[in-house]
């Protein structure tokens, strides 16, 4: 944990009222400025602090009143958590990568993007985002970038772009994490950006639901969201890891599809996924099965670079 981080939350220890649900002014402040600096957006648009980024993919359609006969567009590879939302809210979902062509806009109220991606490291050309957020608009629904791993691009000639930087935030929500660019995962700091009729309407909500990020975390996310030189550290440490990693995959035979950000690495090595999943297991190795992700997932798995240094390590001796 960045020390600057920890010496904030326990400086803020002592906080026995009630937070604000919109976030503290000095919160919503650096918020503010640092989607100002990392998506290139300017003004117009509304911030709010959640519970972690996973408690508001989970949420989301519950929070903006979907449910049954409303249809919910989610990539075709996915994080889990996406088609749970949709069915903890009664709502329908459908797979794609490009809804502007693929899908009927009949009952659309909600699409899901999310570049850079998990499980597959995809950044999105920002036409294609583009594309997406016009057709959201055009049918009337909210078009929610998850946009957590935007700060792990790892190819200098495609970085990854903010739904909020494409033509203004009208319809758009961009979610964002502590947990990947800060290591903030066991505090809870996410937060949410875009326009602010939406971010106003899931404020209002979430006061009833007390869905409140505790004032010493968000003290601790203040802190975060405004030093660079932890964020720095972070990123050199997950690189050293990648590097080490996609060498020693590449050589045992795997290939690495995608991958162009994030935390994990798409291998396959052209068998159903749960036979690579017992190849690596062989070796002491844990992989996440493609079909976690949704059926086109099925010949992959997702490798990921969180483990300690010491077990990359180890790993990468076990694949040599």
Not at 76 to 103: F, I, K, M, N, W
Not at 104 to 117: E, F, H, I, K
Not at 142 to 168: I, K, M, N, T
Not at 278 to 302: C, M, N, Q, S, W
Request: hydrophobic share 45%.
């Amino acid at each position: 944990m960045p020390a600057a981080v920890q010496a904030a939350l326990v400086g803020a220890a002592d906080s026995p009222g009630y937070p604000l649900t919109a976030g503290s002014p000095a919160l919503r402040a650096a918020i503010t400025d640092w989607v100002v600096r990392h998506t290139g957006v300017t003004g117009g648009f509304a911030v709010l602090p959640t519970i972690g980024s996973k408690e508001l993919v989970a949420g989301l359609p519950t929070l903006l009143g979907l449910g049954p006969g409303d249809v919910v567009v989610i990539p075709s590879v996915c994080y889990p958590t996406y088609e749970v939302g949709v069915r903890l809210a009664g709502a329908e979902v459908v797979r794609s990568d490009r809804p502007q062509v693929e899908v009927d806009p009949a009952g659309v109220r909600l699409v899901w993007v999310n570049s850079p991606g998990n499980p597959t490291g995809r950044v999105l050309p920002a036409a294609d985002l583009a594309a997406i957020v016009e057709w959201g608009r055009a049918v009337g629904a909210v078009v929610a970038s998850d946009e957590c791993y935007l700060s792990l691009g790892w190819d200098p000639a495609a970085p990854p772009v903010s739904a909020l930087s494409l033509g203004g935030v009208e319809g758009v929500l961009a979610v964002h994490s502590l947990s990947k660019r800060s290591n903030l995962a066991g505090y809870r700091a996410g937060f949410v950006a875009g326009d602010p009729e939406l971010v106003a309407d899931l404020l209002e909500v979430r006061k009833h639901g007390g869905l409140i990020v505790p004032a010493p975390v968000q003290a601790a996310m203040a802190a975060a969201l405004a030093d660079e030189e932890h964020v720095g550290a972070q990123r050199a440490r997950y690189a050293a890891r990648r590097e080490a990693l996609s060498g020693a995959l590449t050589a045992a035979g795997f290939t690495i599809d995608d991958s162009e950000a994030g935390l994990y690495l798409w291998v396959t090595d052209g068998n159903p996924c749960w036979e690579t999943v017992d190849r690596l297991a062989t070796l002491g190795i844990l992989a996440a099965p493609g079909e976690f992700y949704g059926p086109a997932g099925a010949k992959h798995v997702r490798v990921a670079l969180t483990g300690t240094d010491e077990r990359v390590a180890e790993a990468v001796r076990r694949l040599r």
